[in-house]
């Protein structure tokens, strides 16, 4: 797998703005249609794919190369991406799935069929709570 490592002299990043840099120098490496596969944030030492027990500063690495990584591209000294080119697959359109909170700020993951696109309001026939086991699909 190839690395690439950016300096970042300007001022703090957070996970999304290094993301989309990230995504910006894979392209010019190359990777057509970048994705994040897995990602590791040094001073925190969270991880993607995460599962207990795994070592945060090689499992990220070793999850994303093998299931299509290409390209290291690492943020600073702050984070690190495994990207694949996802050129070629195909799209799945639109969701019938999105998230919404509730006014306690409770997420829920809710199929849109039920409870319509113009409502905001999760509701028990539509929606279900937003756990470690339900997907996220923003």
């Known amino acids: 797998m190839k690395n690439v ?28 249609e970048p994705t994040i596969i897995s990602w590791h944030t040094q001073s925190d030492q ?11 500063d090689s499992w990220w690495k070793k999850y994303g190369e093998g299931n299509g990584g290409k ?9 690190q991406f495994v990207m694949m080119d996802a050129q070629g697959y195909e799209t799945l359109g639109d969701m019938p799935l999105r998230n919404l909170s509730d006014s306690s700020g409770n997420q829920y993951l809710c ?28």
Not at 47 to 54: I, K, P, T, V
Not at 71 to 79: I, N
Not at 111 to 137: F, H, I, N, V
Request: charged fraction near 20%.
């Open 46 to 56: 969270h991880m993607s794919s995460y599962y207990d027990g795994a070592n945060p």
């Open 5 to 32: 490592h950016i300096n970042y002299p300007g001022g703090t990043l957070n996970f999304q703005s290094a993301s989309i840099l990230a995504k910006q120098i894979a392209k010019e490496n190359d990777v057509r």
């Open 71 to 79: 390209l290291e591209v690492d943020v600073g000294d702050e984070y």
């Open 111 to 138: 199929y849109t069929p039920l409870l319509g696109k113009a409502s905001r309001t999760p509701t028990p026939e539509a929606c279900t709570y937003l756990d470690e086991w339900t997907a996220d699909q923003f």
